[in-house]
């Protein structure tokens, strides 16, 4: 087995890309992790999100699947 360590300091030098395809598609992802059974290791936040949801979010709802294909508008590439 390969192991990899990372020291602090490596870890500082971490960045992450900016896209503005990212709110969007964590949106998508969280949608469909929310339609996914009680089984999963998310369950307590789907009970805390669940309660939470505005009206407004089934527009969004109604063109994510519970999972499988999504519609490549809400999940551009960059």
């Not at 020291?7 to 949608?31: C, I, M, N, Q, Y």
């Amino acid at each position: 087995m390969l192991r990899i360590h990372f020291t602090a300091k490596d870890l500082a030098g971490v960045a992450f890309a900016h896209s503005s395809a990212l709110p969007v598609r964590e949106a998508v992802l969280s949608l469909q992790l929310l339609r996914r059974g009680s089984g999963t290791p998310f369950s307590a936040w789907r009970r805390h999100v669940l309660g939470r949801l505005p009206a407004r979010a089934s527009l969004l709802g109604s063109l994510v699947p519970a999972s499988g294909w999504v519609p490549d508008f809400l999940t551009p590439s960059e």
